[in-house]
């Protein structure tokens, strides 16, 4: 596995005195098409809570806060929270880079993973590189996700805070306040970014749960790997759709970054807006 600036990659000594890392974990009821999804079961437990096991798991992290929002409706991600033993953090369901950041400003974070809650194949060991990736490149923000090689749905994005702050104190278009980061990767003259890519490309393989059919898959994989291996990984996976394959084909054909897409409209229609306002 390779990264943005080719330096050796490496886990966070855990007894030194370096950065504190945070992950923040994206939540919410609202999915619209998929309502509720981050807590439908998987083998009798949510699926929110299935993933926070999973990333209890990276050695690199100090911290986990799943931040959902304020609404009524978000109230049982916050129940679920509660009884899970994780830290949860509310704030606006629209402005997700502002509930994302108001997550994180209480905390002594210097490092901040951001992961949202419908990735609960996600590895402890892809987070782990990712934030090795950020730390030793000397990187502003690291991300497995932008020239992706790893399947949808163990994406990682790791920032620093003072960079996480500059997006919040000045990110405006939709998508930037959507989906916290494009402010940071779209800005390569004010932010050094490195990418950690696997040796062999995975990306057109779909691991996310968006769709009816995307749960039924991951549904399929945890009750035929986690009952023998609690702690099973990419690599069990990719054996399981070998072994098989049909498995594979319950998702095949949705379209990917549909939520990223709506943003990209509602930005053209923001434009359009601002462009048209009357001047003062």
Avoid at 167 to 178: K, M, N, T, V
């Amino acid at each position: 596995m390779t990264h943005g600036g080719g330096r050796h990659l490496g886990h966070r000594d855990s007894g030194s005195s370096m950065s504190a890392v945070i992950a923040v974990l994206q939540a919410r009821m609202s999915s619209t098409r998929l309502p509720g999804k981050v807590l439908l079961p998987l083998l009798g437990v949510p699926m929110l809570t299935r993933q926070i096991e999973r990333v209890r798991q990276a050695k690199s992290l100090d911290q986990i806060i799943v931040a959902t929002s304020t609404v009524s409706g978000d109230d049982a991600i916050a129940a679920e929270c509660e009884r899970a033993g994780v830290s949860c953090s509310r704030g606006s369901l629209d402005d997700v880079l502002d509930r994302f950041y108001h997550a994180v400003e209480p905390t002594s974070a210097t490092d901040v993973v951001r992961l949202t809650g419908d990735c609960p194949l996600i590895c402890p060991e892809i987070i782990d590189a990712v934030v090795a990736c950020r730390e030793h490149g000397g990187f502003d923000y690291a991300s497995n996700a932008h020239e992706r090689t790893f399947p949808d749905g163990l994406d990682v994005e790791v920032m620093t805070r003072e960079a996480l702050t500059s997006a919040w104190r000045h990110g405006r278009l939709p998508s930037e306040r959507e989906h916290v980061t494009p402010y940071i990767w779209k800005h390569p003259e004010w932010f050094r970014s490195g990418a950690y890519r696997n040796s062999i490309d995975y990306s057109a393989l779909r691991w996310t749960v968006d769709e009816r059919a995307d749960y039924a898959l991951v549904s399929m994989i945890f009750e035929r790997l986690y009952p023998v291996n609690t702690r099973f990984r990419m690599a069990d996976v990719l054996h399981l759709l070998e072994s098989e394959p049909g498995l594979g084909q319950l998702n095949a054909g949705i379209q990917q970054n549909q939520g990223y897409l709506k943003s990209l409209d509602a930005d053209r229609q923001f434009i359009g807006a601002a462009s048209s306002s009357p001047k003062p």
